[in-house]
């Protein structure tokens, strides 16, 4: 059977996999494609237009027209109703309504159709929580990121204290990374989860070079076994 051309690295929030995914795919010279920036973009979107985050023919005709664009260009990676939300979804707040949102059915599938249509003849490499088990179980080349919970939790307090968000604390952190680790976890549909084939490497002690080494040897081994040239 023949494999989709599509490098899938899933894991909890804070594993480090964004930084990794998009460095790595910079590196090959392969699209990436990261899937959490949409359902962050649908969250900020539907609060933004006072869509309630529920099941419903409201939240359907939302995604029907809300003309969700990725990618469309360097500065502009997610756009919904033209507006460029790139920036704006990496606010904590968003990182909250996206866990609400991404529970959702209608979401998830509209999502589910919308990223395996960005994937046609090219290799590319997408990150996400459910890729390797839901989007392409058949991607020929699957990882699975994660790293301790305080070492994610301090992860993600550089970062937003990085991008302006000075009164965040640790321990709000923590308890962030448990919530969403759990509602990602635990939800009914399309969970975190390692799948079968999937290599898992854990970033804990490792740096940015080191994971990067690692994930190169892991694709070229896998481009190598499945006859697919990078
Ligand atoms: O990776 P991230 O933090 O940007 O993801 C934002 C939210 O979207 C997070 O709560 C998990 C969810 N998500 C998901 O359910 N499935 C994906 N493929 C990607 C993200």
Same mark, same amino acid.
Do not use: Q
């Given at each position: 059977m023949s494999k989709a051309h599509v490098i899938a690295i899933d894991g909890p929030s804070g594993s480090g996999k964004s930084t990794v995914a998009k460095q790595l795919a910079f590196e090959l010279g392969l699209l990436y494609i990261d899937t959490g920036s949409m359902f962050r973009g649908l969250a900020y979107s539907t609060d933004a237009n006072n869509i309630?985050?529920?099941?419903?023919p409201q939240l359907i005709e939302f995604l029907n027209t809300c003309n969700l664009e990725y990618g469309k260009s360097k500065d502009e990676l997610i756009s919904i109703k033209g507006k460029n939300l790139t920036h704006i979804i990496r606010e904590h707040h968003v990182s909250k309504l996206a866990s609400i949102i991404s529970q959702l059915p209608e979401v998830r599938n509209y999502l589910l159709d919308f990223q395996r249509n960005l994937v046609v003849k090219n290799l590319c490499v997408m990150e996400g929580r459910?890729?390797?088990?839901? %989007?392409? !179980?058949?991607?020929?080349c699957k990882i699975f990121i994660t790293a301790s919970v305080d070492i994610r939790a301090n992860r993600r307090l550089k970062q937003l204290k990085e991008q302006?968000?000075?009164?965040?604390?640790l321990e709000q952190v923590i308890a962030d990374v448990k919530k969403r680790d759990d509602s990602d976890i635990n939800r009914? %549909?399309? !969970?975190?989860k390692q799948a079968d084939d999937a290599l898992l490497l854990d970033?804990?002690?490792?740096?940015l070079d080191q994971i990067l080494e690692k994930l190169k040897t892991i694709v070229s081994d896998k481009a190598l076994q499945t006859g697919i040239n990078l």
């Open positions: 309630a985050m529920e099941s419903g459910d890729i390797g088990t839901v %989007v392409f !179980p058949d991607a020929f302006g968000n000075e009164d965040v604390t009914t %549909v399309a !969970p975190l970033t804990s002690d490792l740096n």
